[in-house]
C-alpha cells in the first residue's frame, strides 16, 4: 500500500489528549508550536459533521532552514506538522509526513542530508512519545 510518504501511529489518548500530549513533548524538547488547528471544530461552525481531527504544526528553524536553502520549495512543507484523527471505529491516529519525503518531493541534495535524517528521527520520537504506541504504515 502506497502510504504517500506519510506515517502512521497508532495513539491510546483522544485526538485532544493526543495533540495535548504532542505539543507537550515537542516543547519540552525546545520546538515551537506554531498553530493548532481543530478541524473538527471548524467544520461544526458552519454545520458539518467531522469526526475528532486536530493538526499541530511546529519545528525549530535550525532543522527546517537548511532544507530551505537547499531548495525553497520545501518551505510549503515546513513546519512539520501531525494530524491527530479518529477513524470511523473510535480509534486514534496521529499521521505526519516523513522528512524523507519531503526531500524527495523537493529534490533535496547532499547538502541537507543531515538535516533531513535529524528531521525525521526527531519527528518520529517526539510523535511515539506522543501517541504511546508503535508505526503501523
Request: glycine residues 14%; without cysteine; aromatic residues 6%.
Amino acid at each position: 500500500m502506497d502510504d504517500h510518504g506519510m506515517e502512521t501511529v497508532a495513539s491510546g489518548w483522544s485526538v485532544g489528549e493526543t495533540i495535548d500530549r504532542l505539543q507537550a513533548v515537542v516543547t519540552g524538547a525546545g520546538l515551537r508550536v506554531f498553530a493548532r488547528i481543530d478541524h473538527a471544530g471548524g467544520a461544526a461552525e458552519v454545520g458539518m459533521e467531522l469526526r475528532p481531527t486536530e493538526l499541530l504544526i511546529f519545528g525549530n528553524p535550525r532543522g527546517g532552514t537548511p532544507l530551505m536553502q537547499d531548495r525553497q520549495t520545501s518551505g510549503i512543507d515546513l513546519p512539520v506538522k501531525a494530524l491527530a484523527w479518529e477513524d470511523e471505529g473510535g480509534k486514534v491516529w496521529l499521521t505526519y509526513n516523513r522528512a524523507s519525503w519531503v526531500a524527495e518531493r523537493h529534490g533535496l541534495g547532499g547538502e541537507s542530508k543531515a538535516a533531513v535524517e535529524a528531521v525525521e528521527a526527531g519527528l518520529a520520537q517526539v510523535v511515539r512519545t506522543a501517541a504511546g504506541s508503535a508505526a503501523v504504515g
